[in-house]
């Protein structure tokens, strides 16, 4: 008597790569993938973001009181998926081991996408009470989650194919999703929030951007699985540089590492939420310009983004990834002092603020990512990549709209000065740390 399984993933993709023989991956083709899959991840993020800043606080938060206290309340939601991303990697780590990275992906992306579009039909407080709010933390956290199981491995292949002298225009690839998501995203609700009137968009505009999510996670999902079933991506699965390690043992042997790259991108990922959705609560709560004019200057904010992202490749590789880090960490410091008088200038100044802020943002984000990731040995570079992300995003980003809002409202706008030069700060000293421990390891070899 014969026992027959079911194939796994692992043995689809096996037999993928097989059709990609005699047809290598150009580093061109892996970009494009890893700029629509970061491209998809950051419009679900954004399209949320906008969302807690000028729809939820009126259809879930009215019962709040005040204006202030509701967009705090949609804020403190808006945390959620950051501390249930790690969990989510956690989960997903597992399903990769056990039935590959193509299952992974495709439970990922499809709960992201599904998260996504559920909040297209969330009730308001008025009709559902309390349920509208459990309902909301529920689809946030299931955004989070399915993060998480995203991380694909991609931006460390395409790091890994990269000419040795071309490193830091590469590392800048994958970041060019997020600007690129936050404009499409801008752009969707800039248009319902200009053509409608409010109640129309209150009652059904908003919940347009969300169906699209769903459809941008599809294409997503298959530009993603043709290159983990690519030829390159199987050989460097095969060879443990792409494979995931058991959590534990990662941060076991690479903890230090792990905490010292959360901490290196610090002050861009502070600053990232900083120009994107606090800006837009600042203006939206306390005026300047209406909502929809001002997510078109944001949107050409994003183009400037876009342009410094290529910029800060170009220079990474002149000066390297770190010491480019390290500028941008410190024009972000001196950037820290004009900033709230920026933004509580008016609209000449918001908008001033919105262009010089992504333009700051895009030198120093495009460096961020794996900014210290050299020091992770191979077999662990995949899984230590992932942890370092999430805590980074967690600690950095997680809750930037909240805690910003909440000192500028409390203590007065100048306060988000100091917030964003504590993330330059940080981020010098881990990048300063990170470079004194690379000298002693080198001294140490040399003296074997």
Known sequence: MSITTNPTSSEFERDARQMHDGKPLSPGSIAIGVVIGRMSEFFDFFVYGIASVLVFPRLVFSFAGDPVTATLM?????????????????FFMWIDRTYGRGSKLTIALFLLGGSTAALAFLP????????????????RLGQGFALGGAWDGMA???????????????????????????????????????????????????????????AINVVALFARLRIV??????????????????????????????LLGAFAPLASFA????????????????????????????????IVGIGAIVVSGLAADRIGRRKQLMVGAGIIALFSFSAPFLL??????????????????????????????????????????????????????????????????????????????????CTLAALSLSRILDSSEHQAAANR
């Open 271 to 302: 600053m990232f939420h900083l120009v994107t959705i606090f800006p837009l609560s600042w203006v939206t709560l306390h005026g300047g310009q209406s909502a929809g004019e001002f997510l078109f200057v944001q949107i050409f904010g994003a």
């Open 344 to 425: 509580d200038a008016g609209g000449k100044g918001q908008d001033a603020f919105i262009i010089i802020g992504f333009g700051i943002l895009g030198l120093s984000f495009g460096q961020a990512s794996g900014a210290v990731s050299s020091r992770f040995s191979l077999p662990y570079r995949y899984t230590g990549s992932a942890l370092t992300s999430d805590l980074s995003w967690l600690v950095g980003a997680g809750f930037a709209p909240l805690v910003a809002l909440g000192l500028a409202s409390n203590f007065g706008i100048i306060f988000i000065g100091g917030y964003l030069i504590s993330g330059a700060i």
């Open 124 to 139: 308001s407080y008025q009709s559902a009470g309390v349920w509208s709010v459990a309902l909301l933390a529920l689809f």
């Open 156 to 214: 460390s292949l395409l790091a890994l194919n990269a000419p040795k002298e071309h490193r830091g225009w590469y590392a800048m690839i994958p970041q060019l999703g997020a600007p690129i998501g936050f404009a499409l995203a801008s752009a969707l609700f800039g248009y319902f929030a200009v053509s409608l009137t409010d109640q129309d968009f209150l009652t059904w505009g908003w919940r347009y951007p969300f169906f699209v999510a769903f």
């Open 74 to 90: 949609s804020f403190a939601v808006f945390s959620l998926a950051f501390l249930a991303r790690p969990v989510g990697s956690l």
């Open 229 to 258: 079933a690519s030829r390159e991506f199987g050989q460097l699965f095969e060879t443990l540089e792409l494979q995931p390690r058991p959590v534990l043992e990662t941060i076991r042997v690479h903890g230090r590492d792990i």
